[in-house]
């Protein structure tokens, strides 16, 4: 891949990571280095390199070599890429062997497939479910994208979100008075739409709940959003948003992980701050799986729990606290899986536990579940000068709606939320996105 394929995709400001541009001819013994330290302390990295078998019971399972038909876009193939370096220079045995068995220099052209092939997977995990090693090629993504950003190749579009979330505490880069201002129309839309005064709080002390939308959900997703105020304010439970952090979804896990770790602290801290008795989270697959997976072992011990919005209102439906009319949605609904949900996020019953309740004709689509196919714009594809591998990457998750033939695709996280309707119309399906919260905010009984 040329400097010029590359150029439109990579990001000219990344002080903010404390990250430097690395010259081209410097890259191949930097990557080097880089590698070989990752090797020391990501023991899953190493472990992965070693035990691939190369059987290929990858292949036909990962939607992006079903979307693309690039050979390279094969899990197996992709970590070839790196594995070939890597039993060239830190595999143990005899050089000789090593030959043989297909290992390589690393020079530039290595290290611009490694920054094609790496931002063609979604670090969706379905690879893991069907391997019979249970190789996770997304850890092998999350580490080679690490190791392309201290070389200075991090994509605008990560760099440019995780800018908007150190400078403003939300990826869309929306000042705070802008938010509360949104914030104050959307109370009035309530007021309008229920007669009640339902309250969207801010920066609330002693609140029960922290709750963490995504930011996303304030602007364009607000049916969403006003859903969860009217639910909380229905199960009687004091509850308040951060105005130092209004983003549950969090890009350092797809490619840095000091960012991850930050914007981490940000969210514990805000709770601790706030004395709050537990944080929720928001519809958002990746942010999920950062919350519940990593937020006590990295920034903890904490003094709360941290569950999903499902959880939470799950509870109170098992309670009586809030009561759905399902006939408020009529429609067919089918549910995606989102992929850090599913597989990487322990949300599987529970969404369908509240669909099942608030939605009259609900059908499941195949594969679903840990099987679930992406919807093609996880791990922060979701740019726009990537759309035609989005729209390729999506197909497969296209065919999978389309045999439900229903007419409400239930997909409760926020990517997905902004992939899949363009994925769709791209390929024809008369289906309408809506979150989950959305359907329960429709047929709750105020």
């Known amino acids: 891949?040329?400097?010029?394929?590359?150029?439109?995709?990579?990001?000219?400001?990344?002080?903010?990571?404390?990250?430097?541009?690395?010259?081209?001819?410097?890259?191949?013994?930097?990557?080097?280095?880089?590698?070989?330290?990752?090797?020391?302390?990501?023991?899953?990295?190493?472990?992965?390199?070693?035990?691939?078998?190369?059987?290929?019971?990858?292949?036909?399972?990962c939607h992006s070599y079903l979307g693309t038909e690039d050979p390279y876009n094969m899990p197996v193939a992709r970590v070839d890429l790196v594995r070939k370096v890597y039993d060239k220079y830190f595999a143990p045995g005899p050089s000789f062997l090593k030959k043989w068995n297909g290992a390589k220099d690393i020079d530039q052209?290595?290290?611009?497939?490694w920054y094609k092939y790496f931002h063609q997977c979604n670090q969706c995990r379905r690879c893991a479910v069907f391997c019979p090693k249970g190789i996770d090629t997304a850890e092998v993504t999350i580490a080679i994208r690490e190791l392309l950003a201290h070389l200075g190749l991090a994509t605008k579009f990560h760099a440019g979100i995780t800018k908007n979330m150190r400078d403003t505490g939300n990826n869309m880069g929306t000042p705070l008075p802008a938010l509360l201002d949104g914030i104050e129309f959307l109370e009035e839309e309530l007021k309008e739409e229920t007669g009640l005064d339902i309250p969207i709080p801010v920066d609330i002390e002693g609140a029960e709940v922290l709750f963490n939308p995504s930011s996303s959900d304030l602007f364009t997703n607000t049916d969403g959003f006003m859903a969860v105020a009217k639910l909380f304010y229905k199960a009687g439970v004091s509850w308040t948003l951060s105005s130092k952090i209004m983003e549950t979804a969090n890009f350092g896990l797809f490619f840095h992980e000091p960012t991850m770790r930050e914007h981490n602290m940000r969210l514990m801290n805000a709770g601790k701050e706030l004395r709050v008795q537990r944080i929720v989270a928001g519809e958002c697959g990746h942010g999920w799986r950062t919350w519940r997976m990593f937020s006590d072992t990295i920034n903890g011990p904490?003094?709360?729990?941290?569950?999903?919005?499902?959880?939470?209102?799950?509870?109170?439906?098992?309670?009586?606290?809030?009561?759905?009319?399902?006939?408020?949605?009529?429609?067919?609904?089918?549910?995606?899986?989102?992929?850090?949900?599913?597989?990487?996020?322990?949300?599987?019953?529970?969404?369908?536990?509240?669909?099942?309740?608030c939605v009259q004709n609900f059908v499941e689509m195949e594969p679903t579940a840990q099987y679930s196919y992406c919807c093609g714009g996880g791990s922060g594809l979701l740019m726009d000068e990537a759309m035609e591998l989005r729209m390729a990457l999506g197909k497969p998750k296209a065919e999978s709606v389309r045999k439900t033939q229903a007419k409400i695709l239930c997909a409760p996280c926020a990517i997905c939320k902004a992939q899949l309707p363009a994925v769709m119309a791209h390929h024809k399906v008369d289906v309408e996105v809506k979150g989950l919260s959305d359907l329960m905010g429709r047929a709750l009984i105020l």
């Open 1 to 61: 891949m040329s400097e010029q394929v590359r150029i439109p995709y990579v990001a000219k400001d990344i002080d903010h990571m404390y990250l430097n541009v690395v010259p081209v001819q410097h890259r191949p013994q930097m990557a080097l280095e880089i590698l070989g330290q990752m090797l020391k302390y990501k023991r899953s990295l190493k472990l992965y390199l070693d035990v691939c078998t190369h059987c290929g019971a990858c292949a036909d399972q």
């Open 109 to 113: 052209e290595t290290i611009d497939l």
């Open 302 to 357: 904490l003094p709360f729990p941290v569950i999903h919005l499902f959880e939470e209102m799950l509870e109170h439906y098992k309670k009586g606290r809030i009561q759905f009319d399902k006939s408020k949605n009529p429609e067919v609904v089918t549910y995606h899986d989102p992929c850090n949900y599913a597989r990487g996020g322990d949300l599987i019953e529970q969404p369908r536990e509240l669909l099942r309740a």
